[in-house]
C-alpha cells in the first residue's frame, strides 16, 4: 500500500512537472511571437507599407508574467508598449495587429480602432448597439488606449475605484454583469519615464489615499526616448522616489516591489503576490520592473544606437528578457536546444502568416476600386472625348502603383472629373457616380462616430416638458438642484457625485447640502485639490458602467482636468469606432462672480477641445436638472455649466422635476420679437433682458433666444428661421472676442447659410480679451452689460 502511495505522488509530480513545463513553454512560444511581430512590424513601416510603428519588444517576458494575473472582469488602462499582453490576454491576435499597422479601416479586421489609431492602441466594447452593458465580468477588458504620455494614469484610479464601489455598496451587489462583489482589479502600464508627469504622481498620491485595486507596472528601460533615467527621476529610481508613499503597519498607501524585467520565474511569483494582496484587500501595488531592454528603440522615427553607448548596447544584448528566458529553459532542464528552435521557427511562421492575412484583407479592396476606376477610365477612353492624354496617364500612374491606398484612387478620380465639366458624357458621369459613392464610404470609415447613434445617443433621448401645478412652488435655484439631486439619488443607484467640497458642506453652492448625511459619504463624497483625477476617476467609473458626476469646482479650472477629457473621453466615441463608451457627466459652475479666477467663461476653449462631449449651458438650474435628466438616459459624456450667479433667484419648481428632459442642440425663444435676433446663453440672458427694457422704450422689439446646448448646436435651424423674420443678427456670451461668440457666428452665417438673409452685418458681442477684472466695477467693464447690448443693437437698427 505504501508503494502504491507513492507511486501516486510521483505520478501526480510528474503530472505536475509536465503541466508546469508546457505552460512555460508555451510562455516562451507567446514571447517569440511578439517579438517577431516587433521585427515584422518595423521592415513594415520602412518598406513604406505602414506609416509609423512603436512596438513592445524588449517586454515581453514582464507582460506574460503579469497576464498570468489578468482574470475576466479586471480592466488594462496601458499604453502602446503593452502587445504581449493583448496577445497573451487574448484581447489581439497577430492578424488583428497587423491590420491596425496596416489603417485597415474595417472594424471586422481591426477591432480596436478601425484604422484610426496607430499600432498597438487596443479596447474592448463596453455597450452594444442597444445602449445594454456587456457582460464586462466574463471579458478581460481594455480601456481605449491614448499616445500621450501618462495619460492613462487618471482614468485607471476611477476604473480601480469602481472595484472599491462595487464591493461596499449593498445597492451595487445586483449588478453582476459589471462587477463580481469588487474582486477586479485595474492593472496600469506605463515608461519609467513618463512617470515624470504630474498624471502620474496625482494618481498615485489619490490611489494611496482612496485604497483602491490598482496595480501599476513602471517597465523601467533607463531612457525616455534618448534621456537617460538620471535625468528623468530623483534618485534614479521611481520605487525610491516613492518611498514616502510605501504602506506601512495601519497607513494609507502603496505596496512596492522591484523586479528584473528578465527574471520569468522572480516576476511570476512577485506578482502573484502584489496582485492577489490588491484583489483582496483593495491595496494598490506599484511593481518597478527594471532591466528592461528596448532591442529596437524607441519607434521607427528613430535609431536608439544614436544616443546609446556600446556598452549599454552589448549589456541590452546579453540581458534581453527572451535571451535570458531561453538560458532559464535550458539551465532548469525545461526544454532542449531543438525544442527552443522548433518553437522559434513556428513563431516566425504565426508572425509572418498572420501579416500576410492582414495585408491581403487590407489591400483587397483597394485593388478592386482601382480596378473599377480603371475600368471606367477606360470607358472614357473608348469614348475619345476630352483629355484623352490626362486620362491615358493617370491610369498608368495608378495601374503601376503596387501599393495603391484609398487616396490614391480618389485623387485620381478627382483629377479626371475637376478636368472635364458635369455631363460632358455619360463616361465622365459614371466616373462621378463612382467618385460620389467612394467619397460617400470613405467619410463613414473616417468621420463618423464623433458622436453615438441609436439607443446610446442623447440625441434620441424623448423630450419630456417641465410640468407645473396652478401654484407651483418658487425656490432659490441651488434648493432646486438639490431637491433635484435627492429625487436622483433616490431613484438611481449607479449615480455617485464626488468633487472637491461636495460631500459634507454640499457643494459651494449648496446644490448637495444635506445629501451626503442622507445618501452616504461613498455616493457623495469629498475628494482631494486634484481636479486632473477627479476627472479620471469619473472616467474609470464611467467606462465601467456607473453614471459619474464629477465637479469641477469652478470653470476656470477645468483647465486641470481638460486633457484627460479631450484626448480620452471627447475622442473616445470616434477613435474605438462607436464600440467603447464613457458616460461621464462633469458639472461645474461658471460666467459671473468676482476676480480672475473665479468668473471665467472659456467658452471656445471647451467647444474646440471637447468635441465629442455635449456642452450644455442652461440658463437656470430648472434647464440644468433637465440636461442632467437628459444625459441620464444616454451613454454619451456631457458637460454641464450652471450659471454662477443663478443658485439664489428664484424659480418655479417643476412636479416632474426628475424625469423631464431638455433636448440636445434645440434652441428655446425666451421673447419674441420683429426687429433684431439676438443669440446667447447662460448669465449673459439676464443682461440682454435688462438692456430690452430700454430698447423696448425705443421701440425696438428684440427676439431672445437661448441656445441651451453648444455642442450640438441647432440641429434644427431654428436660429435662421428668426433671422429671415428680422434680418438682424447679434450674438451675445462672456468669452474672449472670437470665442464663443464667433463659434455661434459661423454655425448660423455659415454652416445654416444666415448671411442670404441680413440687412445689416451681423455683429457679435463678447467679454474683454483679458480675464476679468475683481470687483463689482471690474465685472461691469470686463463683460458685456447692458448698456453694451442697447448701443450695438441701436447702432444696427441706425444702418
Known amino acids: 500500500m505504501i508503494e502504491n502511495n507513492e507511486l501516486a505522488m510521483n505520478m501526480q509530480s510528474q503530472l505536475s512537472f509536465e503541466e508546469f513545463r ?41 507582460q506574460i508574467a503579469m497576464s498570468k494575473y489578468f482574470l475576466p472582469g479586471d480592466f488594462r488602462s496601458g499604453y502602446y508598449r503593452d ?26 479586421h481591426d477591432p480596436f480602432s478601425a484604422g484610426r489609431q496607430m499600432n498597438s492602441h487596443f479596447s474592448t466594447p463596453n455597450v452594444d448597439a442597444d445602449g445594454q452593458w456587456l457582460q464586462l465580468t466574463a471579458q478581460k477588458n481594455t480601456a481605449a488606449d491614448m499616445a500621450p ?58 490611489a494611496g489615499v482612496l485604497q483602491v485595486p490598482l496595480v501599476t507596472f513602471v517597465w523601467d ?58 484583489r483582496e484587500q483593495h491595496v494598490p501595488v506599484l511593481f518597478h520592473v527594471e532591466e528592461i531592454t528596448q532591442p529596437q528603440g524607441h519607434s521607427t522615427s528613430g535609431s536608439h544606437e544614436r544616443y546609446k553607448s556600446k556598452e549599454r548596447l552589448a549589456w541590452e544584448k546579453e540581458f534581453d528578457c527572451n535571451t535570458k528566458m531561453r538560458q532559464w529553459l535550458l539551465e532548469n532542464a525545461l526544454a532542449t536546444e531543438p525544442m527552443l528552435q522548433e518553437i522559434e521557427a513556428e ?56 501599393e495603391p491606398q484609398r487616396r490614391d484612387v480618389l485623387k485620381s478620380a478627382a483629377q479626371i472629373l475637376f478636368r472635364h465639366p458635369r455631363q460632358f458624357s455619360s463616361a465622365i458621369d459614371a466616373l462621378q457616380s ?97 481636479e486632473l483625477t477627479i476627472m479620471g476617476q469619473g472616467i474609470g467609473m464611467a467606462l465601467r458602467g456607473l453614471r459619474p458626476i464629477a465637479e469641477i469646482q469652478y470653470l476656470d479650472y477645468l483647465l486641470y482636468g481638460l486633457q484627460p477629457l479631450s484626448d480620452d473621453v471627447a475622442s473616445l466615441q470616434y477613435r474605438t469606432k462607436g464600440t467603447q463608451f464613457c458616460p461621464i457627466i462633469v458639472r461645474t459652475r461658471g460666467h459671473r462672480l468676482e476676480g480672475i479666477w473665479h468668473s471665467g467663461s472659456p467658452m471656445g476653449m471647451i467647444i474646440n477641445s471637447l468635441r465629442g462631449f455635449f456642452v450644455c449651458v442652461p440658463r437656470n438650474m430648472v434647464q440644468a436638472a433637465g ?123 455659415e454652416v445654416q447659410g444666415g448671411y442670404r438673409w441680413l440687412d445689416v452685418a451681423p455683429r457679435t458681442l463678447a467679454a474683454q480679451a483679458h480675464r476679468p477684472a475683481y470687483g463689482s466695477d471690474g465685472d461691469y467693464f470686463s463683460k458685456p452689460n447692458a448698456e453694451d447690448v442697447v448701443k450695438v443693437v441701436m447702432d444696427m437698427m441706425r444702418e
Not at 459589471?178 to 512617470?195: K, Q, R, Y
Not at 516613492?242 to 512596492?256: A, C, D, V, Y
Not at 490626362?390 to 495601374?399: I, N
Request: charge should be negative; glycine fraction near 10%; proline fraction near 3%.
Open 221 to 278: 528601460d533607463g531612457y525616455g526616448i534618448s534621456v537617460p533615467r538620471k535625468y528623468q527621476t530623483t534618485k534614479g529610481s521611481i520605487s525610491a522616489a516613492l518611498e514616502g508613499f510605501r504602506k506601512s503597519g495601519n497607513s494609507n498607501g502603496l505596496e512596492i516591489y522591484n523586479v528584473k524585467g528578465w527574471d520569468y520565474a522572480g516576476m511570476c511569483e512577485v506578482f502573484e503576490e502584489g496582485i492577489r494582496k490588491a
Open 434 to 530: 463612382f467618385y460620389d459613392r467612394q467619397l460617400a464610404l470613405e467619410k463613414e470609415n473616417y468621420n463618423t462616430y464623433l458622436y453615438a447613434a441609436g439607443a446610446n445617443s442623447a440625441m434620441n433621448v424623448p423630450e419630456v416638458r417641465a410640468e407645473y401645478s396652478e401654484d407651483p412652488q418658487v425656490l432659490n435655484g441651488y434648493e432646486v438642484l438639490n431637491r433635484y439631486f435627492d429625487q436622483l439619488f433616490d431613484t438611481n443607484p449607479l449615480v455617485f457625485a464626488f468633487g472637491e467640497d461636495v460631500g459634507k458642506i454640499g457643494d459651494v453652492n449648496q446644490g448637495f447640502a444635506g445629501l451626503q448625511q442622507k445618501h452616504g459619504k461613498v455616493r457623495i463624497a469629498d475628494t482631494g485639490i486634484r
Open 347 to 402: 513563431a516566425k511562421t504565426v508572425a509572418q502568416e498572420g501579416r500576410r492575412q492582414a495585408w491581403e484583407k487590407y489591400i483587397a479592396p483597394i485593388k478592386e476600386q482601382v480596378h473599377q476606376l480603371l475600368a471606367l477610365c477606360q470607358e472614357i477612353l473608348d469614348e475619345g472625348r476630352g483629355d484623352v492624354t490626362f486620362v491615358t496617364h493617370t491610369m498608368q500612374e495608378l495601374a503601376a502603383n503596387r
Open 627 to 749: 440636461m442632467y435628466n437628459t444625459l441620464l438616459q444616454a451613454n454619451e459624456p456631457g458637460i454641464v455649466i450652471e450659471s454662477l450667479n443663478g443658485y439664489r433667484l428664484k424659480e418655479r419648481m417643476p412636479e416632474n422635476i426628475g424625469t423631464f428632459t431638455v433636448p440636445m442642440g434645440v434652441p428655446e425663444v425666451l421673447h419674441e420679437g420683429a426687429d433684431i435676433t439676438i443669440v446667447s446663453y447662460g448669465s449673459t440672458l439676464r443682461v440682454i433682458e435688462e438692456a430690452m427694457q430700454t430698447l423696448s422704450q425705443q421701440g425696438i422689439s428684440c427676439e431672445l433666444i437661448d441656445v441651451q446646448t453648444l455642442l450640438p448646436f441647432d440641429i434644427h435651424h431654428s436660429i435662421l428661421g428668426s433671422l429671415k423674420k428680422t434680418n438682424r443678427i447679434l450674438f451675445v456670451d462672456e468669452d474672449v472676442p472670437g470665442g464663443g461668440t464667433a463659434y455661434m457666428f459661423q454655425q448660423v452665417m
Open 83 to 108: 502587445q504581449t499582453i493583448a496577445f497573451a490576454s487574448g484581447i489581439a491576435t497577430v492578424e488583428q495587429f497587423f491590420s491596425q499597422l496596416y489603417a485597415d479601416p474595417d472594424i471586422e
Open 149 to 206: 504620455t501618462a495619460a492613462q494614469m487618471p482614468r485607471a484610479l476611477g476604473l480601480a475605484y469602481a472595484s472599491r464601489l462595487f464591493r461596499e455598496l449593498p445597492e451595487l451587489h445586483d449588478y453582476h454583469h459589471l462587477s463580481h462583489n469588487g474582486n477586479e482589479v485595474c492593472f496600469a502600464t506605463i515608461g519609467d519615464a513618463s512617470t515624470s508627469e504630474g498624471h502620474f504622481w496625482e494618481t498615485m498620491n489619490a
Open 22 to 62: 508546457k505552460e512555460v513553454l508555451g510562455d516562451y512560444r507567446m514571447a517569440c511571437v511578439s517579438r517577431e511581430v516587433s521585427l515584422l512590424g518595423r521592415r513594415e513601416v520602412l518598406t513604406g507599407k505602414a506609416k509609423f510603428g512603436i512596438f513592445g519588444d524588449g517586454k515581453e517576458v514582464a
